[in-house]
């Protein structure tokens, strides 16, 4: 990738309870990696230890500019099994972008036709605009049916920094290449996520702009080379 990303928005704070950074402390280690943007989007409920639903209701009393780093927030909301969300969706309106993902600490494998439903499903909410780390095949996915929701509901597929450093989830690297190649089919935009839980891994994306450039992947379809290009995405609202 010869740009260089400028924003970051899947992290996650304290308030994730498995995570060790604050939101100022992510924000400065953005500042010192050069980005010039942020997005805090700590775990919905249904995670082990993650915050209370009032957290992201009061989202609004955080500056939104950190140390010259502007600030969004949002959440990476638990898919679960029946096909909804975890996080309400009076909540949800409050927020300037929603991350959806499976995890296993509230999901179960409901077979690759009904694991695609359900994400599809949650795709379909206006605020959905991510899509995170949808690579393990644990629970498998359709994913040409996927890539083809993601282009009809405007939401972008995670290309997620740490699944790719660890490469320990079931087939996450071969999962990965199959929904590049497809997204560059239907030119549908990704987005790189570092899932920052430590300060130290704010916007580190080496892995994943590693396997992107193997790929041959179109530059134009990354959102993290532009925040004007993300704001336009996620619909965020003209001061």
């Given at each position: 990738?010869?740009?260089?990303?400028?924003?970051?928005?899947?992290?996650?704070?304290?308030?994730?309870?498995?995570?060790?950074?604050?939101?100022?402390?992510?924000?400065?280690?953005?500042?010192?990696?050069?980005?010039?943007?942020?997005?805090?989007?700590?775990?919905?409920?249904?995670?082990?230890?993650?915050?209370?639903?009032?957290?992201?209701?009061?989202?609004?009393?955080?500056?939104?500019?950190?140390?010259?780093?502007?600030?969004?927030?949002?959440?990476?909301?638990?898919?679960?099994?029946?096909?909804?969300?975890?996080?309400?969706?009076?909540?949800?309106?409050?927020?300037?972008?929603?991350?959806?993902?499976?995890?296993?600490?509230?999901?179960?494998?409901?077979?690759?036709?009904?694991?695609?439903?359900?994400?599809?499903?949650?795709?379909?909410?206006?605020?959905t605009?991510?899509?995170?780390?949808?690579?393990?095949?644990?629970?498998?996915?359709d994913?040409?049916?996927?890539?083809?929701?993601?282009?009809?509901?405007?939401?972008?597929?995670?290309?997620?920094n740490?699944?790719?450093?660890?490469?320990?989830?079931?087939?996450?690297?071969?999962?990965?290449?199959?929904?590049?190649?497809?997204?560059?089919?239907?030119?549908?935009?990704?987005?790189?996520?570092?899932?920052?839980?430590?300060?130290?891994?704010?916007?580190?994306?080496?892995?994943?702009?590693?396997?992107?450039?193997?790929?041959?992947?179109?530059?134009?379809?990354?959102?993290?080379?532009?925040?004007?290009?993300?704001?336009?995405?996620?619909?965020?609202?003209?001061?």
């Open positions: 990738m010869k740009r260089q990303a400028v924003l970051d928005i899947h992290t996650h704070t304290v308030a994730s309870g498995h995570a060790y950074g604050t939101v100022r402390e992510n924000a400065l280690a953005a500042k010192e990696i050069g980005l010039k943007a942020l997005g805090i989007s700590d775990h919905a409920p249904g995670t082990p230890g993650t915050c209370d639903p009032i957290h992201f209701t009061n989202l609004r009393a955080i500056p939104r500019t950190l140390y010259g780093v502007h600030l969004y927030f949002g959440v990476e909301n638990n898919v679960l099994p029946d096909g909804t969300m975890a996080l309400p969706e009076r909540i949800l309106e409050g927020l300037d972008y929603n991350i959806v993902g499976i995890h296993g600490a509230c999901y179960t494998d409901q077979g690759v036709a009904k694991n695609t439903d359900n994400l599809i499903r949650c795709m379909k909410h206006p605020k605009f991510f899509l995170s780390h949808p690579d393990d095949g644990t629970w498998p996915l994913y040409e049916r996927l890539v083809c929701a993601a282009k009809e509901y405007g939401v972008a597929l995670e290309v997620n740490a699944t790719v450093r660890g490469g320990w989830k079931k087939n996450c690297l071969e999962n990965i290449r199959t929904y590049l190649k497809l997204c560059m089919q239907y030119r549908v935009p990704v987005f790189l996520g570092s899932d920052a839980h430590d300060p130290s891994q704010v916007g580190r994306f080496d892995e994943a702009i590693a396997l992107l450039d193997a790929a041959g992947f179109d530059e134009s379809l990354i959102l993290n080379c532009s925040e004007e290009a993300f704001r336009a995405f996620i619909r965020f609202p003209v001061s």
